[in-house]
């Protein structure tokens, strides 16, 4: 009879080493499903668009559209070029060795495309998309932000606008030159109204 209690507290002794061990688990599991939702957790960072808006403007004579902050320098412009294509220019950013990449998406439609580099007091980084390039229509018609990223830099996100559209129009119909004295958007129209009086 003097055995039964002895057995009894084995099995006591047992039942509490493996509450014991149950409860050294239990916290180690909790960190590898807290690691794993830290894992899978998005990283929305990259996704914020940039604070700005998009202005018309002149760039050596020439009308461009500019998106920045008010007041700043911008940050992103477009201008057409010769063959009625776009000139994408990601300005403040100079690459020295090898030139990065440009990378732009829109929606599904995304681009690589081979950048040139200008130095000087405002540098910038170029693309150049042609006028037939389904991304351009996809710029101007774009619902949703537009990435531009160059190299490992962290993208500029930049908001959609109609204004995208018209410009790309404008380029493509080659209507963006305006003379010198041109100094703002108001100074337009006279410039195209100028050619009714030279009839007379």
């Known amino acids: 009879m003097t055995r039964a209690p002895a057995t009894i507290a084995l099995l006591l002794l047992a039942a509490a080493c493996a509450r014991s061990e149950d409860a050294t688990l239990e916290p180690t599991d909790a960190n590898q499903a807290l690691e794993k939702v830290e894992t899978v957790r998005p990283d929305n960072a990259d996704d914020e668009v940039a604070l700005g808006e998009w202005r018309d403007s002149l760039q050596d004579e020439q009308r461009a559209l500019e998106f920045g902050p008010m007041g700043a320098a911008p940050l992103f412009s477009l201008r057409c070029d010769a063959r009625r294509g776009v000139v994408l220019q990601r300005h403040g950013l100079a690459a020295s060795g090898d030139l990065p990449v440009m990378l732009v998406s829109v929606g599904s439609?995304?681009?690589?495309?081979?950048?040139?580099?200008?130095?000087g007091t405002n540098p910038m980084l170029r693309a150049t998309l042609n006028g037939s390039d389904q991304l351009l229509a996809a710029l101007g018609s774009a619902d949703s932000p537009i990435a531009i990223?160059?190299?490992d830099t962290p993208p500029l996100n930049l908001p959609p606008s109609p204004m995208i559209g018209a410009y790309v129009s404008r380029c493509a119909s080659g209507g963006t030159a305006l003379p010198s004295a041109a100094a703002d958007g108001n100074s337009a129209a006279p410039a195209?109204?100028?050619t009714a009086p030279a009839g007379n």
């Not at 681009?111 to 130095?119: C, H, Q």
């Open 192 to 194: 195209e109204n100028a």
């Open 149 to 151: 990223r160059i190299g």
């Open 109 to 119: 439609e995304t681009r690589r495309l081979a950048v040139t580099g200008s130095g």
